[in-house]
């Protein structure tokens, strides 16, 4: 990934200006943010768009633009066959779709490849991996890493963005290249990583309540059971 990063890190200098273009979930917002800061602080002029999907409409807005480079945060993998003509960046970790020629086009198949060079994307897909082995944010972090390596400090948005994306579930753990993620931002200081019990509510919900609602795990005889949760802190003391 850190390879297509630089190569992205590169167009992205080159660009007199960029849309960012990001989902409106918890790993859009958090990846438009890394990739907005990232620019920032290159000093490349950006604005930021949230959308709620990323349809042939937003695709023909963003061209009717004249948009110097367009840069698909946590979308766009979905949507390349619609990307045609537009000079664009995507870091997206859904499962890309085929590009198909498109008629005009078909004639002419060496202008068709010239034209998929203008569409640059990073994607764990394309490295043999999965979905959950890094979120967009996490993609937006490989750029802005690659922009500049000071950037490690935004490994912290990243992580909520992959956490958001429940990319921790399966394993119970960070893995792929969210560890590698977690462990800049070990080393940068602004994340501190420890092992516990993931129980939902911790800081929000009664204890009793929190513990009527753990699923994950599932507590046997207390999980769902209200009065047992009650009656359980009552006997400890609690």
């Given at each position: 990934?850190?390879?297509?990063?630089?190569?992205?890190?590169e167009r992205l200098?080159?660009?007199?200006?960029?849309?960012?273009?990001?989902?409106?979930?918890?790993?859009?917002?958090?990846?438009?943010?890394?990739?907005?800061?990232?620019?920032?602080?290159?000093?490349?002029?950006?604005?930021?768009?949230?959308?709620?999907?990323?349809?042939?409409?937003?695709?023909?807005?963003?061209?009717?633009?004249?948009?110097?480079?367009?840069?698909?945060?946590?979308?766009?993998?979905?949507?390349?066959?619609?990307?045609?003509?537009?000079?664009?960046?995507?870091?997206?970790?859904?499962?890309?779709?085929?590009?198909?020629?498109?008629?005009?086009?078909?004639?002419?198949?060496?202008?068709?490849?010239?034209?998929?060079?203008?569409?640059?994307?990073?994607?764990?897909?394309?490295?043999?991996?999965?979905?959950?082995?890094?979120?967009?944010?996490?993609?937006?972090?490989?750029?802005?890493?690659?922009?500049?390596?000071?950037?490690?400090?935004?490994?912290?948005?990243?992580?909520?963005?992959?956490?958001?994306?429940?990319?921790?579930?399966?394993?119970?753990?960070?893995?792929?290249?969210n560890r590698t993620?977690?462990?800049?931002?070990?080393?940068?200081?602004?994340?501190?990583?420890?092992?516990?019990?993931?129980?939902?509510?911790?800081?929000?919900?009664?204890?009793?309540?929190?513990?009527?609602?753990?699923?994950?795990?599932?507590?046997?005889?207390?999980?769902?059971?209200?009065?047992?949760?009650?009656?359980?802190?009552?006997?400890?003391?609690?």
């Amino acid at each position: 990934m850190e390879a297509v990063a630089r190569e992205i890190a590169e167009r992205l200098r080159a660009a007199p200006s960029v849309r960012i273009v990001t989902h409106i979930d918890t790993d859009g917002i958090t990846g438009g943010a890394i990739a907005s800061e990232s620019l920032d602080r290159a000093g490349i002029q950006h604005e930021v768009a949230f959308v709620k999907t990323l349809d042939e409409a937003v695709i023909a807005d963003i061209k009717r633009r004249g948009t110097p480079l367009a840069w698909f945060v946590d979308l766009g993998a979905g949507m390349l066959h619609a990307l045609q003509g537009l000079d664009a960046v995507v870091t997206d970790h859904h499962v890309p779709t085929a590009r198909e020629v498109p008629r005009a086009l078909r004639g002419d198949l060496i202008r068709f490849a010239e034209s998929q060079d203008r569409v640059l994307m990073l994607n764990p897909h394309l490295e043999g991996e999965g979905s959950d082995v890094a979120s967009g944010a996490g993609c937006a972090y490989a750029v802005a890493k690659a922009l500049d390596p000071k950037n490690t400090d935004l490994a912290a948005i990243a992580i909520v963005g992959a956490v958001g994306d429940v990319q921790d579930q399966e394993f119970r753990r960070l893995s792929g290249y969210n560890r590698t993620i977690l462990e800049d931002g070990v080393a940068a200081g602004v994340v501190a990583a420890e092992i516990d019990l993931r129980l939902f509510g911790r800081e929000t919900r009664p204890a009793y309540k929190m513990l009527q609602y753990a699923t994950d795990p599932w507590i046997p005889r207390l999980s769902g059971n209200e009065e047992a949760c009650i009656a359980f802190l009552l006997e400890l003391g609690i």
